[in-house]
């Protein structure tokens, strides 16, 4: 014969008290006895069932973490890849722009330094101020004058491009504030994972961000090779969209 | 010299400046910055701002929730409101528009397109 299985032995005892209650017709020794056996029986399910749903839990986590960290590595990372190269490059045109417009203001700051400079030779080499107005002199300080006149406008507009050129600071913080995000949400993932791996209690899946913030919402900055099919061109088709609203109104 | 009250909203401290010179050299002189919607929203309550400049994309009150604030408050409903993002969705253009923008000029953006718009919103402004 083969031996009793423990699991139906250990209720022997509940059951015996179960049968003894029911043959008195003990209505309240027959409830103590049952529920004493019920509470036997939850005693050796809920462990079970705890296990059960940990397991069911963390293969979720588990999961939902290797689904993102694929959408991550697959998508996210590569295209972070391209914001990032993109940002070099705008700050390279930035930089340069920034040096040839300086390097533009330097020959006019020189020329109106060479020309002032040569004027107050002039005249001081004349002992006789009226001499000095009788000779070319005049002439010469109104030619210099005109030449500073147009210099200056020259200036001017230069320091408003290099004022404009400094916008890259905007539009590349944006990019790279977007790929900040990014990196937080791969440490999170792979923090999980990790957590998953050395068998910790996983209490929570781990949530499919959007790789940009809420407050985000669009798109930002339009990235080279990155274009959205629902974006601008630029400037003019953005009027053209206005007008054609504006019309259909 | 035109007495026109400005404020202007971005998160990037950078961007300010760079408006805030270009309406200088515009011969604009009276600008107020604001850092997103919420530091603007009872800034434009409580001043008497003539135009309203803001980014889209700010931590806090984004520009378009701030468009909706000011267009939903009727003090403010009239103020002219010029967008000045870098976002080139067309969806988002659309929705700026219906919730009541005067403007929407594109980053990166040159001088000529700001006096531009801000000529035409002055404009406007004028004739109503």
Sequence with gaps: ?249 | MSTVKFLVVDDFSTMRRIVKNLLQELGYNDITEADDGNTALPLLQAGSFDVLITDWNMPGMPGIDLLKAVRADAKLAKLPVLMLTAEAKREQIVEAVQAGASGYVIKPFTAVTLKEKLDKMLAARAAA
């Design chain 1, 1 to 249: 014969m083969s031996p009793v299985p423990p699991e139906p032995e250990r209720f022997r005892a509940q059951v015996a008290a179960l049968q003894l209650a029911l043959d008195g017709g003990d209505a309240a020794a027959f409830r103590h006895a049952f529920d004493a056996l019920s509470e036997q029986m939850d005693s050796g399910l809920l462990p079970e069932l705890k296990r059960l749903t940990a397991t069911a839990q963390s293969a979720l986590a588990r999961f939902s973490a290797e689904a993102r960290l694929d959408s991550l590595a697959g998508h996210e990372v590569p295209d972070a890849r391209k914001r990032l190269t993109h940002v070099v490059k705008l700050t390279d045109e930035a930089a340069h722009r920034t040096m040839d417009l300086v390097d533009g203001c330097v020959p006019l700051v020189d020329e109106a330094a060479r020309g002032s400079a040569l004027l107050l030779e002039t005249w001081d080499s004349y002992g006789d101020r009226d001499l000095a107005i009788a000779s070319l002199w005049p002439e010469r300080a109104a030619m210099f004058l005109e030449r500073t006149r147009s210099d200056s406008e020259a200036l001017r507009a230069n320091l408003s491009e290099l004022l404009m050129a400094q916008g890259y600071q905007d539009i590349t913080g944006q990019i790279i504030r977007s790929v900040i995000s990014l990196v937080d949400e791969l440490e999170r993932v792979l923090g999980k994972l990790v957590a998953i791996a050395d068998g910790h209690e996983v209490t929570s899946v781990v949530r499919a961000l959007p790789s940009q913030q809420d407050w985000q919402r669009g798109l930002g900055p339009q990235v080279a090779g990155l274009e959205s099919a629902d974006a601008v061109a630029g400037q003019d088709d953005i009027d053209a969209l206005l007008s054609q609203m504006a019309a259909g109104k």
